[in-house]
């Protein structure tokens, strides 16, 4: 265990911790409702810290980042927990019915292990700021070894907290559901505040870090066109139009049994993000020509991908071999 960051002190000994928009007043000897982070005599400490539930070495592509470092290999690793409660949680072994916090591991073997067999570290699988302090460690030590860092992440992370962790690493995926609509949120994934997750993002904007967005679209729930157009638009207004977006299909698990999100409103998602002006659109979870990446400027294929892989990269130092257009690929960390 370690004491927690982001928490104040309340009468009694509640505490109130300050990691997501929840923002649980947890009485003494409590955890909140994550169930990982708790109230021992007064002080919030972390459960999770310095213990890993889930490791694997991933392609980039898997998270899905398409133009943060492609083709390459990502040391994924994951803690016990999440901020929501998705009722279609594909993780829902570790995230919500997980029965033990995983193995021991420390920062510096975790590095070790990345820099020996990947080229940088994913904290996935699972909401990742919940274990703000180790994740925030693990990513110092990275950097020393200039291996980069990213985060999958819900978004649900209060500013305060996603600042923090926004100084420590490169990259972040934002991953919507429903194209932000708050009433799905509470209904589907106990989560009020909803609205706030836009917030978060805003806060990765400012302190500069990589930003890609997925959207996963569930049959019935998220198929609404207004809706899509909106989260675009504000996708468009407040990330830039080189924003990669993916519309993610929904597949029936835990809790919500619906058939695969329809193909014909994914690629109607498609077609309303680029008349909203995003340049760079994927449809996620199917397969075919939707993942390739082609230039902005003339239509030029770049990256040719097969499900999860890069298969063929087709770019000169980030531009486009036809027309020279600069493609908004991170290939390199900052000094």
């Keep these: 265990m370690k004491e927690a960051s982001f928490y104040e002190k309340l009468n009694d000994k509640k505490l109130r911790c300050r990691l997501c928009w929840r923002m649980c007043v947890i009485p003494e000897g409590k955890t909140g409702f994550c169930n990982v982070r708790k109230n021992i005599n007064g002080k919030l400490f972390s459960l999770i810290y310095g213990k890993i539930i889930s490791a694997a070495i991933d392609p980039i592509e898997k998270k899905p980042f398409y133009h943060f470092f492609p083709g390459s290999n990502s040391f994924s690793i994951a803690f016990a927990g999440c901020t929501l409660a998705c009722k279609f949680c594909c993780n829902y072994e570790i995230s919500q019915e997980w029965t033990s916090f995983g193995e021991e591991k420390g920062g510096n073997e975790i590095v070790s292990i990345a820099k020996r067999l990947a080229n940088g570290i994913s904290f996935t699988y699972t909401e990742p700021t919940l274990g703000a302090e180790f994740l925030m460690e693990i990513a110092k030590l990275a950097r020393k070894e200039r291996l ?23 990259a ?37 870090i990589w930003i890609e967005i997925t959207n996963l679209i569930i049959t ?17 207004d407040n990330l830039g139009e080189f924003t990669p977006v993916h519309f993610l299909r929904y597949f029936p698990s835990y809790k919500l049994n619906l058939p695969p ?7 109607k998602c498609y077609e309303i993000a680029k008349e909203e002006g995003l340049k760079y659109v994927y449809l996620g979870n199917i397969s075919g020509e939707y993942g390739n990446t082609y230039c902005h400027e003339c239509g030029k ?23 020279g257009a600069k493609i908004p690929i991170i290939y390199k960390l900052k000094n």
């Design 148 to 170: 980069y860092t990213n985060i999958v992440t819900n978004g649900y992370t209060s500013s305060e907290a996603a600042g923090e962790i926004a100084k420590c690493i490169d």
């Design 220 to 236: 019935k729930y998220g198929e609404n066109e207004s809706d899509v157009r909106k989260f675009c638009k504000w996708i468009y």
């Design 301 to 323: 294929l770049l990256i040719k991908r097969n499900g999860f892989f890069s298969v063929e990269i087709f770019l000169k130092n980030s531009r486009c071999p036809e027309c």
């Design 261 to 267: 999100t329809p193909l014909k409103f994914l690629e």
């Design 172 to 208: 972040a995926v934002v991953d919507f559901k429903n194209s932000g609509n708050k009433e799905l949120y509470l209904k589907l994934s106990s989560a009020p505040h909803a609205e706030k997750i836009f917030d978060t993002v805003l806060e990765y904007k400012r302190k500069k």
